[in-house]
T-cell receptor, first 113, second 113 residues
Framework: SQKIEQNSEALNIQEGKTATLTCNYT??????LQWYRQDPGRGPVFLLL?????KEKRKERLKVTFDTTLKQSLFHITASQPADSATYLC????????????FGTGTRLLVSP | DGGITQSPKYLFRKEGQNVTLSCEQN?????MYWYRQDPGQGLRLIYY???????QKGDIAEGYSVSREKKESFPLTVTSAQKNPTAFYLC????????????FGDGTRLSIL
C-alpha cells in the first residue's frame, strides 16, 4: 500500500544551525512533491514545490532535494530561527490527472535560542 | 487580501445532529477540497470539487456530504452517520493548472458534546 514517512519525533536544534527534515515514500511515482508549514491551530502554508525531474530547489533559507531513486525528499532550513518552529508536512501528488495530494504526518521542528 | 475563510473556528455536535462547516474563497480558484486532520495522522481527503455543480468522494467520504453551487463556496456537512467526527477540518483551494500549490483555510475544530 501507499506510504509516506516523516519522522514523528520532534527535531530540536539550536538557533543558527541547519535543520534537515526527511520525507520517505514507497509505492508512489509522484509527478511532484510539496512542502508545507503548519502552526498550531492553523492551516498549512505552502513553502516549496519540486518536480520529479528536478534535483534541488531553493527559496531564501529553504532548500528541498528530491531523489526519485531513493524515494526521498530532504527539506533544509539554514540559519534556523526560533520563528521557524512549526510542523512541516510533505505532500506527494498521486499523478491521477487532478491534484490529489497525499500528506505525511509531519515533523515538528523546535528551534531554541 | 485573497484567501480562504472557514467558519466557525470551533463547533460542537450533539448526538444525532448534522452540522455544516463553511468554506469560502475569493481566490477565483476552480478546485476546492475538504480534509480531515487527526493527531498523528496526515491530512485525509474527504471530498473534492473541480468545478461548480460537480464533486467527487475522496478517501474517507462516508458520513459526510458537500455541495458546490457557487465557485466561491464549498460547505461540508458532517452527518449523524459519521460516528467519530471529532477532528480538525481543513478546506483548501487550488487553481486548476497542474502543479500549483493548495491554499488552506485555518480550519474548524469539531468536537462531540
Amino acid at each position: 500500500s501507499q506510504k509516506i514517512e516523516q519522522n514523528s519525533e520532534a527535531l530540536n536544534i539550536q538557533e543558527g544551525k541547519t535543520a534537515t527534515l526527511t520525507c520517505n515514500y514507497t509505492n508512489y511515482s509522484p509527478a511532484y512533491l510539496q512542502w508545507y508549514r503548519q502552526d498550531p491551530g492553523r492551516g498549512p502554508v505552502f513553502l516549496l514545490l519540486i518536480r520529479e525531474n528536478e534535483k534541488e530547489k531553493r527559496k531564501e533559507r529553504l532548500k528541498v532535494t528530491f531523489d526519485t531513486t531513493l524515494k526521498q525528499s530532504l527539506f533544509h532550513i539554514t540559519a534556523s530561527q526560533p520563528a521557524d518552529s512549526a510542523t512541516y508536512l510533505c505532500a506527494l501528488d498521486m499523478n491521477t490527472g487532478f491534484q490529489k495530494l497525499v500528506f505525511g504526518t509531519g515533523t515538528r521542528l523546535l528551534v531554541s535560542p | 487580501d485573497g484567501g480562504i475563510t472557514q467558519s466557525p473556528k470551533y463547533l460542537f455536535r450533539k448526538e444525532g445532529q448534522n452540522v455544516t462547516l463553511s468554506c469560502e474563497q475569493n481566490l477565483n480558484h476552480d478546485a476546492m477540497y475538504w480534509y480531515r486532520q487527526d493527531p498523528g495522522q496526515g491530512l485525509r481527503l474527504i471530498y473534492y470539487s473541480q468545478i461548480v455543480n460537480d464533486f467527487q468522494k475522496g478517501d474517507i467520504a462516508e458520513g459526510y456530504s458537500v455541495s458546490r453551487e457557487k465557485k466561491e463556496s464549498f460547505p461540508l456537512t458532517v452527518t449523524s452517520a459519521q460516528k467519530n467526527p471529532t477532528a480538525f477540518y481543513l478546506c483548501a483551494s487550488h487553481q486548476w493548472a497542474g502543479d500549483q500549490p493548495q491554499h488552506f483555510g485555518d480550519g474548524t475544530r469539531l468536537s462531540i458534546l
